[in-house]
């Protein structure tokens, strides 16, 4: 078995050609795309059939699963939803997606902006239309993710995706040698971001400001090593970077301005026009995504899993590591 690479963005993003997902990789096969998804961090597998188990089996070719727990049940053994929205009800671009445990395999989520009764909902996405890194407010956020479309809206709801990598090669050396080494405090609640000032109705700013007392922040590199290659990549966002450690705030708010107007440049951008079978695998640890704006009376449905990540981590001028020949 082979197959092609065709470039689909000069640095971010490839289509890869000629396999069947839903099939376990031979070991030369998959050392070779593992290849291209350390050259590319987005990668595109098109008109692929798989099963909520064929999507975890083939995202455990790459790493252990994070797993979403059982189905929790209640004293009479109803599901009880688990909830936990912070809606913005303002400068809203796309519909809340909801997210359900899929029943065939919990380490597979269900992403839809459908109302499912029959599935156990676990939470609400409700601003992935703002630049994000999933999870970069936990200590170890997830390290890829992989993200099969069964559903896809008439029009809309494209995912573009930001390379961090080129971000920071684009900084001017003065800026690099002034991030270089810094943290930058992430969370999660938008109450505490002064970017979602004014969209917030009270009640949600007050559940957000109930959530921020429960959840700390976390401290994570401004520039980051990838672990495998040792490249260094920018790792901010909008939607979870409340600020930059040990400096003025001031200092600090013009900093991350600077950063996120340059990241807006779409030299840096790959957008996917979704098709209904493609299979989607993106690295976390190097990419910011977006969902673009799609009708909410249209139906997104996404199967999705991610690969446990690690702590993340700064190393100045670390080496390319030497990767294994297949």
């Known amino acids: 078995m082979s197959f092609a690479v065709n470039p689909l963005h000069s640095t971010a993003?490839?289509?890869?050609?000629?396999?069947?997902?839903?099939?376990?990789?031979?070991?030369?096969?998959?050392?070779?795309?593992?290849?291209?998804?350390?050259?590319?961090?987005?990668?595109?597998?098109?008109?692929?059939?798989l099963s909520a188990a064929g999507l975890a089996a083939f995202g455990r070719q790459?790493?252990?699963?994070e797993s979403y727990g059982s189905r929790p049940l209640t004293k009479n053994?109803?599901?009880?939803?688990?909830?936990?929205?912070?809606?913005?009800?303002?400068?809203?671009?796309?519909?809340?997606?909801m997210l359900y445990l899929n029943?065939?395999?919990?380490?597979?989520?269900?992403m839809s902006n459908e109302i499912c009764p029959d599935l156990f909902a676990i939470g609400i996405i409700d601003n992935a239309e703002m630049w994000h890194s999933d999870a970069s407010h936990r200590a170890e956020?997830?390290?890829?993710?992989?993200?099969h479309a069964t559903r896809n809206p008439s029009s809309g709801g494209d995912t573009e995706f930001c390379d961090m990598r080129a971000v920071y090669?684009?900084?001017?050396?003065?800026?690099?040698?002034e991030l270089a080494g810094r943290t930058a405090t992430h969370h999660w609640s938008k109450s505490r971001n002064p970017r979602f000032a004014g969209t917030l109705d009270p009640a949600a700013w007050e559940e957000g400001e109930r959530i921020a007392r429960l959840v700390p922040e976390m401290h994570q590199p401004v520039v980051r090593t990838h672990p495998e290659t040792g490249r260094l990549s920018l790792y901010l966002s909008p939607r979870f970077t409340l600020r930059i450690d040990g400096i003025a705030p001031a200092r600090s708010d013009a900093l991350l301005a600077e950063v996120f107007t340059l990241a807006e440049a779409p030299?840096?951008?790959?957008?996917?026009?979704?098709?209904?079978?493609?299979?989607?695998?993106?690295?976390?640890?190097?990419?910011?995504?977006?969902?673009?704006?799609?009708?909410?009376?249209?139906?997104?449905?996404?199967?999705r899993v991610t690969t446990a990540g690690d702590r993340p981590f700064y190393l100045p001028a670390s080496p390319v590591l030497e990767r294994a020949s297949p």
Not at 62 to 65: A, D, I, P, R, V
């Open 267 to 303: 030299r840096f951008h790959y957008r996917h026009l979704w098709r209904e079978g493609d299979l989607v695998i993106w690295d976390n640890r190097w990419l910011n995504h977006r969902v673009r704006a799609y009708p909410s009376h249209d139906i997104r449905r996404r199967h």
């Open 62 to 65: 790459f790493g252990q699963l």
């Open 141 to 147: 956020p997830c390290q890829a993710i992989f993200v």
């Open 77 to 97: 053994g109803a599901a009880k939803p688990q909830l936990v929205a912070l809606r913005q009800v303002r400068e809203r671009e796309t519909p809340d997606q």
């Open 169 to 177: 090669d684009a900084l001017a050396p003065d800026l690099k040698a």
């Open 103 to 110: 029943p065939d395999d919990p380490d597979v989520l269900i």
């Open 13 to 49: 993003a490839a289509e890869i050609v000629g396999l069947d997902c839903d099939r376990p990789f031979a070991p030369d096969i998959s050392r070779a795309v593992k290849r291209t998804f350390l050259d590319y961090p987005v990668v595109v597998f098109r008109d692929q059939v």
